[in-house]
Nanobody, 126 residues
Framework: QVQLVESGGGSVQAGGSLRLSCAGS????????LGWFRQAPGKNREGVAT????????YYATSVKGRFSIYRDNAKTTLYLQMNSLKPEDTAMYYC???????????????????WGQGTQVNVSS
């Protein structure tokens, strides 16, 4: 019955910014690992960023480190991905995910999360 709902996608020019949101209070409360993943047409899904909630430890893919930030709001009900300095190669369908796992397994390199959103499209043009 739990649900993850994503929003905030859209079309922007290179160098612009977007903030993606993922709402799902029960997931945020009950899962220790939250993450953002993306998939471009014809490519495999790849991890973007994760956060281990007990200590708010974050992890980022090297391709987005320094440009993207993952965080939750103060109410702990919404997961965000702040994306700055967007590049055309960031164009993809972005998914939020959640799972109850340890810090060591809370990595964007691991895509076997238990709960997923429907995705929100991000298009970055040159």
């Amino acid at each position: 019955q739990v649900q993850l709902v994503e929003s905030g996608g859209g079309s922007v020019q290179a160098g612009g910014s977007l903030r993606l949101s993922c709402a799902g209070s029960s997931i945020v409360y009950s899962n220790y690992c939250l993450g953002w993943f993306r998939q471009a047409p014809g490519k495999n899904r790849e991890g973007v960023a994760t956060i281990h909630t007990p200590g708010s430890t974050t992890y980022y893919a090297t391709s987005v480190k320094g440009r993207f930030s993952i965080y939750r709001d103060n109410a702990k009900t919404t997961l965000y991905l702040q994306m700055n300095s967007l590049k055309p190669e960031d164009t993809a369908m972005y998914y939020c995910a959640a799972d109850n796992r340890s810090r060591l397994r809370c990595s964007p390199e691991l895509t076997d999360f238990g709960y997923w959103g429907q995705g929100t499209q991000v298009n970055v043009s040159s």
